[in-house]
């Protein structure tokens, strides 16, 4: 398995000279699996550098899977430049929102509306298929499986697995760990506690045990504090996350759009001191735009 990141700001791109190291472009990380299957996860503005890469692979297959519809995901798909040239095949997975009902086609092709785009979906010509997935449901690509499981953010969100043989991957698009709505004097307080903590076990079980774990680290403890119920995590919360499911690898990625190079370093080293980091953990990194390793 190969996987390498394209894209691994949150939010909004962010280029310029304070993160040219790290990288601007949003959410977007390849993935292959040992018989080069092409598996995009996330579709941010990262995807566009990518497609020009993958020229010489024309016609191809490519099998992308959204986390979620939020723009810091989707955005770049338009400039996928695979869905213009005959002979190719999308195949663009995610899942269904339960309460609009909307599929993921409606949504993603609203963003290519004249108001927002020059090209109308129909006039693509590649072959597209829009795949709207069930939670837990395993979608087998080439040599990888591929299995979702619902994370909590103010959007339907879920988080990927790719399997292929013995070596396993786990991302988990936007996430942050579900608060307590309710007062400790409240009466629904403890039930809800006790719905936290089994939401907890359920996706660290659905993790355990993967090898590489790529996850949502948007804040510093200190952000943190302001910004509760925007459906993200922390070095902390990505620390006991890669911990407890015994990952032995865990890339942080989602970086804060306004956080410069330098200043990421330096919140990276100071939350790996202030949680302990050491001996007997997992490895932890800094996910960086290009970087690419095999697993
Ligand atoms: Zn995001
Ligand atoms: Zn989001």
């Known amino acids: 398995m190969k996987i390498r990141f394209h894209g691994v700001r949150g939010s909004i791109p ?34 566009f550098p990518f497609s020009h890469k993958l020229l010489p692979e024309v016609p191809l297959t490519a099998n992308i899977f959204i986390s979620h519809t939020h723009w810091d995901h989707i955005q770049g798909l338009p400039f996928f430049t695979p869905v213009f040239i005959p002979g190719n095949t999308v195949n663009i997975h995610g899942p269904q929102d339960p309460i609009t009902q909307r599929e993921l086609s409606e949504v993603l092709s609203r963003q290519m509306e004249y108001a927002y785009f020059p090209i109308r979906e129909a006039e693509l010509k590649a072959k597209l298929n829009y795949i709207s997935l069930k939670e837990r449901q395993t979608v087998a690509i080439g040599s990888a ?107 942080f990625t989602h970086h804060e759009p306004t956080r410069s190079d330098e200043a990421l370093e330096s919140a990276f080293a100071k939350a790996l001191a202030e949680n302990g980091v050491g001996k007997g953990d997992p490895e932890f990194f800094l996910a960086r735009e290009g970087e690419a390793f095999d697993w």
């Open 14 to 47: 962010s280029p310029g000279a304070h993160t040219v190291r790290y990288g601007g472009n949003t959410t977007c990380i390849e993935v292959r699996s040992d018989t080069n299957d092409l598996i995009i996860l996330d579709a941010g503005t990262g995807i």
């Open 145 to 251: 499986r591929i299995t979702n499981i619902l994370m909590n953010h103010p959007v339907i969100n879920f988080g990927y697995k790719v399997e292929c043989g013995p070596k396993s991957m786990f991302f988990t698009g936007d996430h942050e760990w579900p608060i307590n709505i309710y007062k400790p004097e409240d009466d629904y307080y403890n039930e809800f506690e006790v719905h936290i903590a089994q939401q907890r076990c359920a996706i660290i079980d659905f993790i355990r045990g993967t090898d590489v774990l790529i996850t949502d680290t948007a804040y510093t403890e200190k952000e943190y504090t302001a910004k509760k119920g925007w459906g993200h995590g922390t070095f902390r919360s990505s620390i006991l996350l890669a911990r407890e499911a015994m990952v032995k690898r865990c890339y």
